[in-house]
T-cell receptor, first 114, second 116 residues
Framework: DTAVSQTPKYLVTQMGNDKSIKCEQN?????MYWYKQDSKKFLKIMFS???????INETVPNRFSPKSPDKAHLNLHINSLELGDSAVYFC?????????????FGPGTRLLVL | AQKVTQAQTEISVVEKEDVTLDCVYE???????LFWYKQPPSGELVFLIR????DEQNEISGRYSWNFQKSTSSFNFTITASQVVDSAVYFC?????????????WGAGTKLIIKP
């Protein structure tokens, strides 16, 4: 049973397109996250939701919009894709947003913008 | 400011050698948590261990061991008798109370190459 799943695993698209990445967790966690990992493997938090409420919104372009229909899902919609958006996007979840909580990651979505 | 430094960008050893990955952290908080994650070539991020700031006992799990030393602000990771399957990028991360959002602060990662 997959704990944190993401679809699609690979996404190749043209500049200017709009795309979505879906994330679902079956761990019963209250908090979900989106991270971006660049080509140098640097991990950067983008968003965090606790029980469907946005709690972290780092400086990302407003072309990126997270949507949490329920606490088991956190989708990422990206408008007007740019070359610099090419990266691996990871979804993660944790039991709560507390300092001690371990984050569990999905398999990643490899986005390539041409 | 909080920071995690993994000074070793890449380490290459021959199989069966022991190898230690360094992690040095900075925080003024007294309550914090340290984590290690593994990212194998397949790309997923796998949680390895969590350690809180009040527990300085070393941890051993099979061939993996972790040495937490508050005096030097380090949380090093040792693999004993390394195997090719240990080849991966390893990340150390810090989460502290002072950050109101409890964000994970990530190191840059150490790429470990185990040669057969």
């Amino acid at each position: 049973d997959t704990a944190v799943s993401q679809t699609p695993k690979y996404l190749v698209t043209q500049m200017g397109n709009d795309k979505s990445i879906k994330c679902e967790q079956n761990l019963g966690h209250d908090t979900m996250y989106w991270y971006k990992q660049d080509s140098k493997k640097f991990l950067k938090i983008m968003f965090s939701y606790n029980n469907k409420e946005l709690i972290i919104n780092e400086t990302v372009p407003n072309r990126f919009s997270p949507k949490s229909p329920d606490k088991a899902h956190l989708n990422l919609h990206i408008n007007s894709l740019e070359l610099g958006d090419s990266a691996v996007y990871f979804c993660a979840s944790s039991y709560t947003s507390g300092v001690s909580e371990t984050q569990y990651f999905g398999p990643g979505t490899r986005l390539l913008v041409l | 400011a909080q920071k995690v430094t993994q000074a070793q960008t890449e380490i290459s050893v021959v199989e069966k050698e022991d190898v230690t990955l360094d992690c040095v952290y900075e925080t003024r908080d007294t309550t914090y948590y340290l984590f290690w994650y593994k990212q194998p070539p397949s790309g997923e991020l796998v949680f390895l261990i969590r350690r809180n700031s009040f527990d300085e006992q070393n941890e051993i799990s099979g061939r993996y061991s972790w040495n937490f030393q508050k005096s030097t602000s380090s949380f090093n990771f040792t693999i004993t008798a390394s195997q090719v399957v240990d080849s991966a990028v390893y990340f150390c991360a810090l989460r502290a109370n002072m950050d109101s959002n409890y964000q994970l602060i990530w190191g840059a990662g150490t790429k470990l190459i185990i040669k057969p």
